[in-house]
């Protein structure tokens, strides 16, 4: 499987956050328009049986990873507070271990900003907000700046041009929730017209790795690092106006640690049997990156 690395340009605000198995359920929606009902489900099947054919990342900031979920004192780091704000490593101090040259958010420029546009209902009989129907409702938008996604591809299922074709599609389509009222508009960093997708060295010389979205534990670890969070799924486009919501699903967070007994590429489980349809797939793989060992 080779790794590779394409920078997101927001075009508006966004309505949901850059998380990869979100983004991974995107993208099978593409594949569905782009290419077939029968295209997807011989995807689906091999990454049912471990064997994925892509696995996405979370957002980062551009030209960086987040710094590992790991105890401070592994971080050598002494000030609560200001390791909290430090969030952000190059790709050179993450698998040397450099952890104190973690940079804060105005470091690097890094912009994200979630806050609460207030909206209200409509009577579409009058179109006012009458004393009846007065109801009004938080709506959470996120301004960001450009975000790295990675991909870690399976080309023997899934060429290279493929992936690129999807993604152009996706452009078209959106992110997210309110992609209808303008929201999650984004493009692909581009060279001569076409995404630019780089290859990433993907140097395997460490059994110690760092998870690069949300997943599922499903290997022998030695060791893990950790924090999680319960993901409350829903469809989209034409499933979302029936059995909408997903079964919850208690996931690992991004950036967590993990000592394994052998080196791998990637980890996790598909996650099926959490929808009132069968053919629901969900991603609980995660790219693995290599970081210092830990003792």
């Keep these: 499987m080779k790794l590779y690395k394409v920078t997101l340009k927001p075009k508006t605000s966004f309505a949901t956050p850059l998380k990869g198995d979100t983004i991974f359920g995107h993208l099978c929606w593409m594949i569905l328009y782009k290419f077939g009902e029968d295209e997807l489900n011989k995807l689906l099947t091999n990454y049912k049986n471990k064997k994925p054919f892509l696995i996405v990342s979370d957002g980062f900031a551009k030209d960086y ?3 590992p ?38 470091e690097i420029d890094f912009v994200e900003e979630s806050y609460e546009i207030v909206k209200n209902s409509i009577n579409y009989q009058t179109f006012t907000t009458d004393s009846e129907r007065f109801a009004p409702y938080g709506v959470r938008e996120i301004t960001l700046n450009e975000r790295d996604i990675y991909f870690l591809l399976d080309e023997s299922q899934l060429s290279k041009d493929k992936l690129i074709e999807i993604l152009e599609f996706f452009e078209n389509f959106g992110y997210g929730k309110d992609v209808s009222s303008g929201k999650g508009r984004f493009e692909f960093e581009k ?13 395997l010389d460490s059994n110690t790795f760092m998870s690069l979205s949300p997943f599922v ?5 030695q060791e893990i690092y950790y924090s999680t ?8 486009l034409n499933r979302v106006h ?6 919850p699903i208690l996931m690992f967070d ?6 394994l007994n052998e080196p791998k590429k990637f980890i996790g489980k598909a996650i099926t049997d959490i929808s009132a349809y069968e053919d629901t797939v969900h991603q609980g793989f995660t790219i693995l990156v290599p970081i210092k060992d830990i003792k």
């Design 229 to 236: 969070f319960v993901r409350f799924g829903k469809h989209g």
């Design 242 to 247: 029936t059995n909408a919501f997903k079964k």
């Design 217 to 221: 534990l499903d290997e022998d670890a």
């Design 69 to 106: 979920n790991l105890p401070m004192h592994m971080l050598n780091e002494t000030d609560k507070k200001e390791a909290r704000k430090k969030k952000w490593v190059s790709w050179k101090d993450l698998k040397e271990g450099n952890y104190k040259s973690a940079k804060k958010d105005k």
């Design 254 to 259: 991004t950036a967590s640690v993990i000592k």
């Design 191 to 203: 060279e001569n017209g076409k995404i630019k997708l780089i290859p990433q060295n993907f140097d």
């Design 65 to 67: 990873l987040p710094k």
